[in-house]
């Protein structure tokens, strides 16, 4: 791939970004908190609510430089990369909490068929 090749394309994936970062911008007007539990969902444990709670973002002063446009898209990128750390982190958590549910359950179910053997004799 030649140099120029390279230069467009990175142009290219820099003006999807943009483009992205402006819906998001013209999408996020709405002030209306998102219940968990209409969602059906549990509702997060209380150590992972506040680091997952909404950030205010100011809106747009005018016509913002491209550095700035990037600034933020970088920190966007970050914040993205921390809540998938994050996310990571929950479902491992729960997998490990499903593991322990499931030795509990094998557990009784030994234990009932047990109980049900002494109660037939």
Do not use: C, W
Not at 47 to 65: C, F, M, W
Not at 95 to 104: A, G, I, S, T, V
């Amino acid at each position: 791939m030649s140099a120029v090749e390279e230069e467009t394309g990175q142009e290219v994936n820099q003006e999807a970004d943009l483009l992205a970062l402006k819906f998001l911008y013209s999408n996020t007007d709405s002030t209306e908190p998102v219940s968990s539990s209409s969602s059906g969902t549990t509702p997060l444990p209380e150590h992972l609510s506040p680091s997952l709670a909404a950030k205010p973002r100011g809106a747009p002063q005018g016509p913002g430089t491209m550095e700035q446009m990037r600034a933020e898209l970088r920190e966007l990128r970050d914040e993205l990369d921390t809540l998938k750390t994050q996310h990571k982190k929950e479902i491992k958590l729960l997998m490990n909490e499903l593991d322990e549910e499931k030795k509990m359950r094998l557990s009784l179910q030994i234990d009932v068929e047990r109980l049900k053997k002494r109660m037939s004799k």
